[in-house]
């Protein structure tokens, strides 16, 4: 095989059993999104394949560098956007040929939990475990209109509400993967995260809200209109991103209503599936989540990889 492309990459993720219920409830057909991966993994900055015996492919790793993260934190950081292989066997293989790529980045790599053959051969090659994390997913058909009482205390966010949803951020969101690794200083991490807030108030893409308490902004939500994954699915896909509460406000429902908010929004919006990310260790979220109807669909295990080593 001379070349990857697009149809070779599509089949092999096609093959990839990791994913199937979460893509059943969130109603999306496997040899869409094998396509749209494939065709997202042809742009990656790096990528290395092999081919088994019948010249298919057998193997691939992509890597992303993140401009973001690299300015934000002073050093190289890349993720590893897709680490997949038709035989477990061959995890350990496409990393030490890939070895040269990886060790010019501080890496990041998501991978599915019950994905053990790939995790081990992560950690043999130098990853080491940071968090897990769980996926929630909403099907916003089968839910009622969102009402709260206290949605008249919620309104768009304004660039005259950045400082305090600034200063909430950094204060309150405190269950950020970076803070569990000392490689990410806390002081950058929670600078970092409060600038996120600010990169969605000018992504069009991205919704910002706040919670208006009796002194400004209490509390804020932002959401995503995930309008490439909807055009491709004919279907709308949105997300819930970041939500923090100002911790004398907590215990006012505030959080619950935000949520209410933004998922009324992205109905509004055309999305009719939504999805959440979450550490495993955020209980208040999986507790709110759950309370909003959304049900586990995936667990991920989170990676890092900080220096060279030596994949043997």
Do not use: W
């Not at 997913?137 to 839910?143: A, E, F, I, N």
């Not at 690794?181 to 950058?188: A, I, L, Q, S, T």
């Not at 996120?196 to 804020?220: C, E």
Request: proline share 4%; hydrophobic share 35%; charged share 20%.
């Amino acid at each position: 095989m001379n070349a990857v492309n697009a149809e070779s990459l599509g089949k092999l993720f096609l093959s990839y059993p990791y994913k199937k219920y979460q893509l059943a409830v969130q109603k999306i057909q496997p040899e869409t999104i094998a396509a749209y991966y494939a065709n997202r993994a042809l742009r990656a900055s790096c990528i290395k394949y092999t081919a088994g015996e019948d010249k298919s492919l057998s193997a691939v790793i992509t890597i992303e560098k993140s401009h973001t993260l690299s300015q934000s934190f002073g050093f190289p950081i890349a993720f590893v956007t897709n680490f997949i292989c038709s035989d477990t066997q061959n995890y350990h293989a496409i990393l030490s040929s890939a070895k040269d790529i990886l060790d010019g980045y501080f890496l990041i790599c998501r991978q599915p939990a019950d994905n053990t053959a790939a995790v081990n051969a992560l950690q043999k090659c130098g990853f080491y475990y940071v968090c897990t994390e769980t996926v929630y997913t909403l099907d916003l058909d089968t839910q009622p209109q969102y009402s709260n009482d206290n949605f008249s205390r919620i309104r768009p966010c304004t660039e005259d509400d950045l400082d305090k949803v600034r200063t909430i951020a950094e204060n309150e969101h405190t269950d950020i993967r970076f803070y569990f690794d000392p490689y990410f200083p806390r002081e950058k991490t929670a600078r970092f995260f409060s600038e996120t807030i600010v990169r969605s108030f000018n992504n069009p893409s991205h919704r910002v809200f706040v919670y208006d308490g009796d002194n400004g902004p209490a509390g804020f939500i932002t959401s995503i209109h995930n309008k490439g994954l909807s055009e491709i699915c004919g279907r709308g896909y949105g997300s819930l991103d970041y939500i923090a509460v100002d911790r004398s406000y907590q215990k006012t429902h505030a959080g619950y209503a935000l949520n209410n908010y933004a998922l009324e929004d992205l109905r509004r919006g055309g999305c009719s599936v939504v999805s959440v990310k979450t550490m495993g260790s955020n209980y208040r979220a999986m507790r709110l989540l759950q309370k909003n109807k959304f049900i586990p669909t995936s667990h991920n295990i989170i990676l890092h990889r900080t220096h060279t080593f030596d994949c043997g």
